[in-house]
């Protein structure tokens, strides 16, 4: 993994993490032990599936810029085909709250999506690359050559 790619990563799972953090002391207040456990699965959730998510996105981009797009709708189906097969497999649980499951998995996932954008967009990511001079002086913009 490219440093730069490490750094988007970071720049979101950790805050996400501490949404999770604020919803499991929430939860913990309002439901109990069941909602702090609860939160921290819904938190653990969001950014697994959503850093795997993120680690094949970049590296399909790197490699294979032609299938990216393809990709991340497949990657994104996935991702909520793998959600609604986890719900369904601890809809009756009684090892959390799944209020509080609920409730962080949807605000976790709105702050890892806004925290990615503000990533990728205070990333300085060139993408055209810029022509080298021949004389070894910059051209004026609008000159003829």
Do not use: C
């Not at 929430?26 to 993120?54: D, E, P, Q, R």
């Not at 962080?104 to 055209?128: D, G, N």
């Amino acid at each position: 993994m490219l440093s730069n790619d490490v750094r988007n990563l970071l720049h979101t799972a950790v805050p996400t993490a501490a949404a999770g953090l604020v919803a499991a002391v929430v939860s913990g207040v309002v439901a109990g032990g069941k909602g702090v456990v609860g939160a921290v699965v819904g938190t653990l959730v969001v950014i697994l599936f959503m850093g795997i998510g993120l680690v094949v996105l970049q590296r399909t981009a790197r490699s294979l810029p032609h299938l990216f797009q393809a990709m991340g709708l497949m990657l994104y189906t996935a991702q909520l085909l793998l959600l609604v097969i986890f719900v369904a497999v601890f809809k009756n649980t009684s090892l959390f709250n799944p209020k509080a499951f609920a409730i962080t998995l949807v605000v976790a996932t709105v702050v890892w999506v806004a925290a990615q954008a503000r990533s990728f967009m205070k990333a300085k990511i060139l993408y055209v690359e810029p022509e080298s001079s021949k004389s070894g002086e910059p051209q004026k913009s609008g000159s003829a050559t």
